[in-house]
């Protein structure tokens, strides 16, 4: 005789299938699929020395903006990690900031979800493990990520020229923003607005003054204003 299964056991079997089939959803959710992405690009990262001679894996590696947006994001603490609403990058950058054999990643982000980018983030291995560093532009808009490395102490290492909004943003009317002098130094990114005084006095004062005897449109020209006034009052004439 065979005996048929139980009503009791007949609904454990289906709970259980239910559980399974959740399980292979969570796991094949867009979410769960951009983690497991994320922390393979972060593995693959980290194997490799970020050094000149692996730069080309390094860029393998960080082939396009998805790649380092998922290494952005995953390298974030946990408590700001959202893999269902990932930040998106802007521009990204491989470099030698400090002229040397060691490699940086440099890239910009939009915080805010409005496709502007106001964060900037430089990565660094040292002593095998990943640093990270964090910039807010305040706001303003970084743009031309390429063209904002200068070499102002004219000894091969980089300066990275980040916008910062220094009064309210007005959408499409111009803004207040003048640029911070950051230069990656001894495994750390800084400010060196003070270092570099002669950048604001000497190269982008002459600029604005030129920009102003320029301007026609109001708003222009009351920006021009402040922005001369804050560098002649923070680093003289």
Same mark, same amino acid.
């Given at each position: 005789m065979q005996l048929l299964p139980s009503e009791d056991s007949i609904k454990d079997r289906n709970l259980k299938t239910i559980n399974?089939?959740?399980?292979?959803?969570? +796991?094949?959710?867009?979410?769960?699929? $951009?983690?497991?992405?994320?922390?393979?690009?972060?593995?693959?990262?980290?194997?490799?020395?970020?050094?000149?001679?692996?730069?080309a894996k390094?860029?393998?590696?960080? &082939?396009?903006?998805?790649?380092?947006?998922?290494? $952005?994001?995953?390298?974030?603490?946990?408590?700001?990690?959202?893999?269902? @609403?990932?930040?998106?990058?802007?521009?990204?950058?491989?470099?030698?900031?400090?002229?040397?054999?060691?490699?940086?990643l440099l890239c910009t982000a939009d915080v805010t979800g409005r496709a502007f980018y106001t964060g900037l983030t430089v990565f660094s291995q040292q002593k095998g493990k990943i640093a990270r560093f964090d910039v807010s532009t305040n706001g303003a808009n970084?743009? &031309?990520?390429?063209?904002? +490395?200068? @070499?102002?102490? &004219?000894?091969?290492?980089?300066?990275?020229?980040?916008? @910062?909004?220094?009064?309210? $943003?007005?959408?499409?009317?111009?803004?207040?923003?003048?640029? @911070?002098?950051?230069?990656?130094?001894?495994?750390?990114?800084?400010?060196?607005?003070?270092?570099?005084?002669n950048y604001y006095t000497k190269f982008l004062l002459p600029h604005l003054k030129g920009k102003l005897s320029n301007a026609t449109d109001d708003k222009e020209i009351a920006v021009t204003k402040e922005e001369i006034s804050i560098i002649q009052s923070n680093y003289g004439e």
């Open positions: 399974l089939l959740c399980a292979l959803l969570l +796991l094949w959710s867009p979410a769960a699929t $951009y983690a497991q992405n994320a922390s393979a690009v972060v593995s693959a990262a980290s194997a490799i020395g970020w050094t000149a001679e692996n730069a390094l860029k393998a590696v960080f &082939h396009d903006t998805n790649a380092v947006a998922a290494f $952005y994001n995953r390298t974030l603490a946990p408590e700001d990690q959202d893999p269902a @609403d990932p930040q998106a990058i802007g521009e990204y950058l491989i470099v030698a900031l400090n002229n040397d054999n060691q490699l940086e970084f743009v &031309h990520l390429d063209s904002s +490395l200068a @070499d102002l102490g &004219h000894n091969g290492r980089r300066e990275i020229l980040v916008p @910062d909004l220094l009064g309210p $943003y007005n959408g499409a009317d111009p803004a207040v923003i003048l640029p @911070d002098i950051c230069r990656f130094a001894n495994g750390k990114l800084v400010k060196a607005n003070k270092e570099f005084s």
